[in-house]
């Protein structure tokens, strides 16, 4: 039993004040097959618990700490005064990191996104939705990314359907640095129509204004990704707005790559 529980593939799932999807989160990681725990950062913090003892991290969504001052701002904060060296050795030992909504926009206010190559400072932002409120609703996503992304590596361009829920999503960068994202690689799923094209901007298909239509984005190696839809909310077709079939629906995949990619190359 001991070598069991040793064997096994242990992803923390990360809660703050605020927080309100850990435990779909976890539930989600379970499933997948990994033994998920969910840690309050304060924890971490005062050294009881190790991150590095974990085989992949995921920042869930809500609105940690209130979003005061702006969405992920103050948890982000922590992290980078408390903590940062775990959470940089962990990202650069190419562990899995996956940050939801407000995890993505913590891993963009850390610079863990785009990438460490990009800086000490944040490059990026996930800022308010263009029309200034919050969008609580289906979209639809296509997968991009050329096989960088450890998360994605099954889904070949299909077209997926997730949920939002977010005041702050709406990504936003400079030109060259937009530029050095597609450049690499690192776009994961853009917004688009139920047929597959483009939104090109337009609402209700691109909720929030994303320039390119942006609804996630990888790191330089593939190993960490920030994505507005929540993932965990489309595990199975019972949560759909329709029933399509029994099983698993589009967000299942991401929590399963993840756990394969630990097993064939962290375990």
């Known amino acids: 039993m001991e070598g069991d529980l040793e064997a096994m593939i242990r992803v923390l799932v990360l809660r ?5 999807c ?30 590095l003892d974990y085989d992949g991290l995921v920042i869930p969504g809500g609105f940690s700490y209130g979003d005061r001052v702006r969405a992920g701002a ?8 408390k ?27 850390l610079g863990l996104l785009p990438g460490l190559s990009y800086g000490d400072e944040p490059v990026a932002a996930l800022v308010p939705n263009t029309l200034a409120r919050f969008e609580a609703r289906w979209v639809y996503l296509k ?23 977010h005041a702050e999503g709406r990504f936003m960068a400079a030109a060259d640095i937009v530029k050095r994202i597609i450049e690499n690689d690192q776009i ?17 298909y691109n909720p929030n204004g994303s320039m390119m239509d942006i609804a996630a ?5 593939g190993n960490v990704m920030g994505l507005m839809p929540h993932p965990e909310r489309a595990i199975y077709s019972w949560q759909l707005p329709e029933k399509i079939s029994d099983g698993y629906a589009d967000g299942f995949p991401i929590f399963r790559e993840m ?6 190359n962290i375990k």
Not at 74 to 81: D, E, N, Q, V
Not at 144 to 164: A, W, Y
Request: aromatic share 8%; hydrophobic share 40%; glycine share 6%.
């Open 16 to 20: 703050a004040p605020g927080t309100n």
């Open 143 to 165: 997968h991009v990314n050329r096989n960088k992304c450890i998360f994605t590596r099954s889904l070949e361009n299909r077209v997926l359907r997730m949920p939002v829920a």
């Open 83 to 109: 903590l940062w060296d775990k959470f940089k050795e962990f990202a650069e030992d190419t562990r899995p990191v996956l940050g939801i909504c407000n995890g993505f926009q913590v891993l963009v206010e």
């Open 259 to 264: 756990v394969d990619y630990i097993r064939e």
């Open 74 to 81: 103050i948890l982000s904060a922590k992290i980078k005064s």
């Open 188 to 204: 994961v799923f853009v917004y688009v129509k139920p047929d597959g094209s483009l939104a090109m901007g337009e609402y209700p």
């Open 22 to 51: 850990d435990k779909e989160t976890a539930r989600a990681v379970r499933e997948a097959g990994a033994a998920a725990e969910i840690i309050h950062v304060k924890k971490l913090i005062e050294g009881t618990i190790d991150l």
């Open 217 to 221: 984005i990888c790191n330089e190696r």
